[in-house]
């Protein structure tokens, strides 16, 4: 079966001697028909096309292209509209990334307020705009907004290249107020800092106090006469390696005892204990084992 041919017609009043000229030349000729007292049609091979007009140039012969047939009927289609086909395979192509990638994130829901505290944990869960989408990812970013509070249900649906997230909150739950900062609990020194959304008041290696803020909700945009300020709730988590010291007083100076004030201690610890320090005082009679630990404390807002 010839897939690419030619459609030819050919004034002469002696077609069998054509027909047999060209059959010398190697050329194969497929559906001759006669369409006048000195025409005939017949369709070659889209490569002999060049040979037939050699062995017939148009100032001696009248040879007529009539179409292209088969598919050189359709390179010669992609061929005149190059452009057209170019637009046409880029719309195909993206309409098939369409279900790979998420151009915007909407939301909708009694919870809908809560879209600025959703949005950081969806993007850590992979699902935001200009990402790729995957069903694994929805699932964790669901679990991780229905955590939030009053939250009671949450779903990340995508069609075409929107993502909709719906969130429902239960209307006998209180809304918490959203907190605006965020403070130090304790004296200590900052270990690491994250903020996703607000203001950083302090960076790694920095003394605080208890009560002392660590982030702020007022965010200034801009430099000099052109800054300006906003309010918004603060997203952002933070480590403080902090101190404490105990005393316990013992009859003995050995191991055990050592033991014993170092677990009592570590009962009343606040938080992950990062380092201890123990040491020993007093007479045959008395002892006084001092243990002083370091702890980490992790604080957050809006998470």
Same mark, same amino acid.
């Given at each position: 079966?010839?897939?690419?041919?030619?459609?030819?017609?050919?004034?002469?009043?002696?077609?069998?001697?054509?027909?047999?000229?060209?059959?010398?030349?190697?050329?194969?000729?497929?559906?001759?028909?006669?369409?006048?007292?000195?025409?005939?049609?017949?369709?070659?091979?889209?490569?002999?096309?060049?040979?037939?007009?050699?062995?017939?140039?148009?100032?001696?012969?009248?040879?007529?292209?009539?179409?292209?047939?088969?598919?050189?009927?359709?390179?010669?289609?992609?061929?005149?509209?190059?452009?057209?086909?170019?637009?046409?395979?880029?719309?195909?192509?993206?309409? @098939?990334?369409?279900?790979?990638?998420?151009?915007?994130?909407?939301?909708?829901?009694?919870?809908?307020?809560?879209?600025?505290?959703?949005?950081?944990?969806?993007?850590?869960?992979?699902?935001?705009?200009?990402?790729?989408?995957?069903?694994?990812? @929805?699932?964790?970013?669901?679990?991780?907004?229905?955590?939030?509070? !009053?939250?009671?249900?949450?779903?990340?649906?995508?069609?075409?290249?929107?993502?909709?997230?719906?969130?429902?909150?239960?209307?006998?739950?209180?809304?918490?107020?959203?907190?605006?900062?965020?403070?130090?609990?304790?004296?200590?020194?900052?270990?690491?800092?994250?903020?996703?959304?607000?203001?950083?008041?302090?960076?790694?290696?920095?003394?605080?106090?208890?009560?002392?803020?660590?982030?702020?909700?007022?965010?200034?945009?801009?430099?000099?006469?052109?800054?300006?300020?906003?309010?918004?709730?603060?997203? @952002?988590?933070?480590?403080?390696?902090?101190? !404490?010291? @105990?005393?316990?007083?013992?009859?003995?100076?050995?191991?055990?005892?050592?033991?014993?004030?170092?677990?009592?201690?570590?009962?009343?610890?606040?938080?992950?204990?990062?380092?201890?320090?123990?040491?020993?005082?007093?007479?045959?009679?008395?002892?006084?084992?001092?243990?002083?630990?370091?702890?980490?404390?992790?604080?957050?807002?809006?998470?």
């Amino acid at each position: 079966m010839t897939l690419f041919t030619h459609l030819l017609e050919m004034e002469t009043l002696t077609p069998p001697a054509v027909l047999t000229r060209l059959a010398r030349a190697g050329i194969t000729v497929l559906d001759v028909q006669k369409t006048g007292a000195a025409k005939v049609r017949f369709r070659v091979k889209s490569k002999d096309l060049r040979k037939v007009f050699a062995i017939f140039p148009r100032s001696c012969y009248t040879v007529n292209v009539i179409k292209p047939v088969g598919l050189s009927r359709a390179a010669e289609f992609v061929k005149k509209r190059a452009a057209l086909c170019a637009a046409a395979a880029v719309f195909a192509l993206l309409c @098939a990334l369409s279900d790979l990638f998420v151009l915007r994130v909407r939301f909708e829901g009694s919870g809908v307020h809560y879209a600025d505290e959703a949005l950081p944990l969806l993007a850590a869960e992979g699902v935001r705009a200009f990402a790729p989408y995957s069903e694994e990812d @929805a699932a964790r970013a669901e679990r991780a907004v229905a955590a939030l509070p !009053s939250v009671s249900f949450c779903s990340v649906e995508k069609e075409g290249l929107v993502v909709t997230v719906t969130i429902e909150v239960n209307a006998e739950v209180p809304v918490q107020e959203r907190e605006r900062e965020l403070c130090s609990q304790k004296d200590g020194i900052v270990e690491s800092i994250t903020v996703i959304r607000g203001r950083a008041l302090v960076s790694e290696g920095d003394a605080v106090r208890q009560g002392q803020m660590l982030v702020s909700g007022t965010v200034i945009d801009g430099e000099g006469e052109n800054a300006a300020v906003r309010e918004t709730y603060p997203v @952002a988590w933070c480590t403080v390696l902090c101190e !404490s010291v @105990a005393e316990y007083e013992s009859a003995e100076q050995n191991e055990a005892a050592r033991s014993r004030a170092l677990a009592l201690a570590l009962m009343g610890a606040e938080g992950e204990v990062t380092d201890t320090d123990i040491t020993v005082t007093g007479t045959e009679c008395a002892y006084v084992y001092r243990v002083a630990l370091t702890y980490r404390q992790t604080y957050s807002v809006g998470i």
